[in-house]
Nanobody, 122 residues
Framework: QVQLVESGGGLAQPGGSLRLSCAAS????????MGWYRQAPGKERELVAV???????NYGASVKGRFHISGDGLLKSVSLEMNSLKPEDTAVYYC????????????????WGQGTQVTVSS
């Protein structure tokens, strides 16, 4: 019952910056984990960054130190600040939500956004 609305994808130059945002809509109260994964053509979907409701973060090794994820207190939205972009960051980026509370009901399923294209090129 959750929809994830993504925004901010587009074209950036190598060394540039880009910000992605994701907002969850529906009758949810809070989300336990929310973040971003990416998938390049011919590759498996990989972790970019995930934020937990208690504030812990998990970054993919290739983006650690360059990307920063933040969210609101109930993790109903997250933002991903991407800095020092490289051509290998080019991929479709997918917002993900895992563990959703609706009042007293807990939904342990994963939910995905439709994906937004990020292209890093000169």
């Amino acid at each position: 019952q959750v929809q994830l609305v993504e925004s901010g994808g587009g074209l950036a130059q190598p060394g540039g910056s880009l910000r992605l945002s994701c907002a969850a809509s529906g009758r949810l109260v809070r989300i336990n984990h929310m973040g971003w994964y990416r998938q390049a053509p011919g590759k498996e979907r990989e972790l970019v960054a995930v934020l937990s409701r208690v504030g812990s973060t998990n970054y993919g090794a290739s983006v650690k130190g360059r990307f920063h994820i933040s969210g609101d207190g109930l993790l109903k939205s997250v933002s991903l600040e991407m800095n020092s972009l490289k051509p290998e960051d080019t991929a479709v980026y997918y917002c993900n939500a895992d563990g959703i509370w609706y009042e007293d009901i807990f939904d342990n399923n994963n939910y995905w956004g439709q994906g937004t294209q990020v292209t890093v090129s000169s």
